[in-house]
C-alpha cells in the first residue's frame, strides 16, 4: 500500500485546479470522496465501527448549501478495480445513504491484497469527471496514515507542496476537522485507527462563499475548523469591552464580527474611545508576534470614504489560537452628522452609516498551537502531520476588514412636525375638495320673476327671462356668484 501524505494530496487538488476555469453556477457542488484503500481497514471491519454514520451525518449537514451531492470512493486502480469511482450523484438522501453504505475495502483484482492509494489520480479524476471546471467544495474523508519511515527528504517536499498550496490563488480556503473515532481491525491485529480527518477545499470564489456560510453556521460536526488557508486574512476580530465615552456604546453584531456603535445625536460626540481585546481567529495558530496598523475605508460621509481611527498600540505578541489579547484601546472619529431635517433621518428612523475597519498584520509570526499539535499526535500517532500545518511565506502578513456599523439615533420631533405639517396638508385638502363639492341655493330676480339656483365653487347656470331667451349667465367662485350679460342682452337681474 502506497502512503498519504496530505499535503501532496492538497497541492495536487491545487494544482489540477489552478488550470481550470472557475464558473460561478447557480448551485456549488459538494464532492464527498471516501478512501477505502486498505489503510482504512478497520474503520470498514469494526463491528462498532460508526465511520459510515459519520459521514452520512455529514452529508445531511451540507444538504442546504449545496446544489447536489457526489459521493465517490478512491484508492487506486488495478486493472477492473477504477478510482475513483462516483457511487451516486444527486441530492436524495436516500440514495445517498445507500451509496455511502455500499463502500467497502477495495481488493487488487486477482489477488488478495487490499488496495493502494493513488491521491492524485483520485482528485483529477474526481475533479475533471465529477465537476469540470465548476467551483465545488470538496471533501476528503480519511485516516490520514502516513508511512512512519517517511525520511527527512520527503518531510521537506510535503512542506514544498503545502508552500504551494498556499500560493495559488484559485483555492480560496482550506480548512481541516479532526475527529475522534477508535477502529480496530478484526482481520489484522496490528491495524487500527484513533481517528480521521475531514478536509474541505474551496474552489472559486462562489465556493468559498459556500463554505463561509458553513463555518459560520459550524455546520460540519459543530466545531471549529482547523485553517489551513488563507493565513493572510481575517486574523483578528476586535471585541469590545467598553465605551470611555460615556454617550456612545459598542456592541458585537449577532454574527459576532460586526462592530456596531450607538449614540444619539443631541450628545454630538466628536469621538469615541474603545476599550475592547482582539481575539485570535487564526485556529489552530498562537499569534507569537506582529506590527499591527489600523484604518478605516467604505464610509459614505458627506463626501469622504473614511474615518479617522487609531489603534493605541503598534504591535501585538502572545495570543494563543481563539483566545483575546490584553486590553487596548481604538479611538474612533465620528463622521460629520447630517441635519436632522434629512429626509434619510425624517424616514429612516435615525441615521445609519457602514464601513469597515482594517487590521494590516506585518512581520507576522504564527506557530502551531501545542494543544493543536497533542491533539493530532493522540488521533494521528507517528504521522508527521505538524509539517502540512507549518505557516508558508503568505502568512507573514495578513489583512483583516471588520465591519462597522456607525448608528446614530435621532430626537423623533422633526418627525412629529412633518406629521402635523402633512395632517394639516391633508385636512387642508379634503376640506378644499369638500368645499368644492357642497351647492349653495341663490335667490336670482329676472325682470321681476324669482327662481331659485343651487351653485357649487366655480360653477355656473345660464339665466333666462319671462320670455325663455338666454340673457346671460350667472358664475361662482368661492363667494357670492356674479352675473354676466350676454352681448346685446339686457335685463334687470337681482341676487339674494
Not at 187 to 209: C, E, V
Not at 293 to 318: N, P, Q
Not at 474 to 484: D, E, I, Q
Amino acid at each position: 500500500m502506497s502512503t498519504f501524505q496530505p499535503a501532496r494530496l492538497l497541492a495536487l487538488c491545487c494544482l489540477l485546479w489552478a488550470i481550470a476555469p472557475v464558473h460561478a453556477g447557480q448551485g456549488v457542488p459538494q464532492i464527498i470522496l471516501v478512501q477505502n484503500s486498505g489503510w482504512m481497514l478497520p474503520f470498514y471491519e469494526d463491528p462498532a465501527s460508526k465511520f459510515k454514520g459519520l459521514i452520512l451525518e455529514l452529508s445531511a449537514r451540507l444538504a442546504p448549501y449545496g446544489s447536489e451531492q457526489m459521493v465517490a470512493s478512491f484508492n487506486q486502480s488495478s486493472g477492473t478495480n477504477k478510482s475513483p469511482t462516483l457511487i451516486y450523484q444527486g441530492a436524495d438522501q436516500a440514495k445517498i445513504a445507500q451509496a455511502v453504505q455500499s463502500i467497502e475495502v477495495a481488493q487488487k483484482p486477482g489477488k488478495k491484497v487490499y488496495a493502494d492509494t493513488d491521491f492524485k489520480e483520485a482528485i483529477v479524476g474526481a475533479v475533471t469527471q465529477f465537476s469540470p471546471g465548476k467551483s465545488a467544495i470538496l471533501w476528503i474523508v480519511t485516516n490520514n496514515k502516513n508511512s512512519p519511515n517517511n525520511n527527512a527528504e520527503t518531510l521537506e517536499r510535503n512542506k514544498d507542496f503545502y508552500r504551494f498550496v498556499q500560493e495559488t490563488g484559485d483555492i480560496k480556503r482550506i480548512v481541516a476537522f479532526p475527529h475522534a473515532l477508535p477502529a480496530q481491525s478484526t482481520s489484522t491485529a496490528s491495524y487500527r485507527a484513533n481517528g480521521l480527518m475531514f478536509y474541505a477545499l474551496a474552489y472559486g470564489d462562489l465556493a468559498d462563499a459556500v463554505l463561509q456560510k458553513m463555518l459560520l453556521a459550524n455546520v460540519p460536526f459543530g466545531k471549529t475548523a482547523a485553517r489551513l488557508k488563507p493565513l493572510n486574512a481575517e486574523a483578528l476580530t476586535f471585541v469590545p469591552k467598553g465605551v470611555k465615552s460615556p454617550d456612545v456604546q459598542a456592541r458585537l453584531a449577532p454574527d459576532h464580527k460586526t462592530l456596531v456603535m450607538t449614540f444619539s445625536a443631541d450628545s454630538k460626540p466628536e469621538s469615541a474611545e474603545l476599550i475592547g481585546q482582539l481575539r485570535n481567529d487564526f485556529y489552530p495558530y498562537d499569534i507569537q508576534s506582529a506590527k499591527v496598523e489600523i484604518d478605516t475605508k467604505g464610509f459614505a460621509t458627506h463626501g469622504k470614504d473614511k474615518i479617522a481611527v487609531s489603534l493605541s498600540t503598534d504591535r501585538i505578541a502572545a495570543i494563543p489560537a481563539g483566545a483575546l489579547s490584553p486590553e487596548l484601546k481604538v479611538k474612533i472619529q465620528i463622521p460629520a452628522l447630517p441635519s436632522p431635517w434629512t429626509p434619510e433621518v425624517i424616514f429612516g428612523n435615525g441615521y445609519k452609516t457602514s464601513g469597515v475597519i482594517r487590521f494590516e498584520l506585518e512581520d507576522q509570526k504564527l506557530a502551531l498551537s501545542k494543544d493543536f499539535t497533542k491533539e493530532m499526535a493522540e488521533l494521528f500517532p507517528g504521522d508527521p502531520l505538524p509539517d502540512l500545518f507549518v505557516p508558508g511565506e503568505s502568512a507573514r502578513k495578513s489583512l483583516t476588514s471588520q465591519s462597522l456599523i456607525i448608528e446614530v439615533e435621532y430626537p423623533s420631533w422633526p418627525l412629529l412636525v412633518v406629521a402635523a405639517a402633512t395632517l394639516l396638508l391633508v385636512g387642508g385638502l379634503m376640506g378644499f375638495l369638500m368645499a368644492s363639492r357642497r351647492e349653495t341655493l341663490y335667490r336670482v330676480s329676472v325682470d321681476g320673476i324669482q327662481k331659485t339656483y343651487g351653485l357649487r365653487p366655480f360653477g355656473e347656470v345660464i339665466l333666462k327671462n319671462p320670455q325663455g331667451e338666454a340673457v346671460g349667465r350667472l358664475k361662482r367662485g368661492f363667494g357670492k356668484p356674479a352675473f354676466t350679460p350676454d352681448k346685446g342682452k339686457s335685463s334687470n337681474v337681482r341676487i339674494t
